[in-house]
Each structure stands twice: as C-alpha cells, then as structure tokens.
C-alpha cells in the first residue's frame, strides 16, 4: 500500500492536504466495493422467485432484485443470464423470444421448485439490509463534505466544521450507548 500515498507523505506540500486526498482515494476506492457478494444458489433462488410471480426478461430480474434489496444486492448481467441458461437446461424455465427480447417463464416443474424453496426471498436474507449499507454511503458522504469545507473553505468555515464534526462523532457513540 505504500505506493499509494501522495508523494512526500502526508505533509507534502499544503500541510494536512495530502491526507485527505489519501482519505478520498481510499473512499473511491471503498465506495466501489460496497454491496453485499451473494453466492449462485441466491442468484438461482431469486430468479425463480421472480419469475413464481410472473415472466421477465433477465434486465428486469436484475432491476427488480436491486429494487427489492433496497439497492444493496445487484447481481450482474454475468450472474443472471448463465442462471437462466442452466434453469432452462433444467426445464425448470421456458424461453419465449418477442421483438428480439426473451422472456423467461416457470415450468410446471419451476413451479414446484420455487415453491419448495419460497422459504424467505434472497434479497431479505443477504446479511446487509438497505439500512446497514446506508451507513458506510453516509460515511463516505460526510467525509467527502469535510474534504470539499478543508479545500475550499475559511478558516472560520473550518473551525465550524470541525465542531459539526465533533458533535456527530459524540451523538454517534451516544448511540451506542443506548440500552
């Protein structure tokens, strides 16, 4: 990680400047990567719990699990097309082509698997609601907000800055303080 310093460290120039570019590079860095990972069986389980409801096309599975998940979970194009493939090897899904799009569809035996599997929707159970990823965006918002007050602000935009900062940093841990 030593390459990805500003040069000349922290100090470097407008003293106190370089750490929050390094602050910045590492919130790009973090902010690219939220999202919750999910394994293939919850890509396969939400496909057909979808399509239990009625047939999609796979651009409008992917968007409905994001919208489902509170935008926490957004399987990719590369999850979901292979899924509906092997579903359809399995029979378990049928494939009907209309003005260049295919809808996918259950099969009286995706019927059945669906149901069986109807336990709990995937996207409840990714292990990071929407409210849990609200928190590490929310984070990276308000540091970007204290960088852009440092660049450009007076010194008394600063100082006033730093006691917004102090007194979320306190009203946080009073949180969990809470009994």
């Known amino acids: 990680m030593g390459g990805s310093f500003p040069a000349g460290g ?18 790009s860095a973090f902010e690219k990567r939220v999202g ?3 394994g293939r069986g919850d890509v396969r389980a939400a496909v057909l719990a979808l399509l239990a409801e009625k047939p999609m096309h796979g651009y409008q599975i992917i968007r409905e699990i994001e919208e489902r998940s509170g935008g926490s979970w ?58 849990f990823n609200a928190l590490p965006k929310a984070g990276i918002e308000l540091a970007q907000a204290a960088a852009q007050v440092r660049r450009t602000g007076s010194p008394e935009q600063v100082q006033q800055a730093v006691a917004v900062l102090d007194e979320a940093r ?10």
């Open 74 to 131: 957004k399987p990719s194009a590369g999850s979901v097309y292979p899924t509906l493939q092997l579903l359809a090897d399995e029979g378990l899904i049928s494939v009907e082509e209309s003005n260049g799009r295919k809808t996918y569809a259950l099969t009286d035996e995706g019927r059945e698997e669906a149901a069986s599997a109807a336990d709990s929707a995937p996207w409840e159970t990714t292990g990071e609601g929407p409210a």
């Open 36 to 38: 919750t990972r999910v």
């Open 10 to 27: 922290f100090g470097a120039g407008n003293p106190g400047e370089g750490i929050w570019q390094t602050m910045e590079q590492i919130f």
């Open 170 to 179: 306190r009203r946080l841990y009073s949180i969990l303080a809470q009994d």
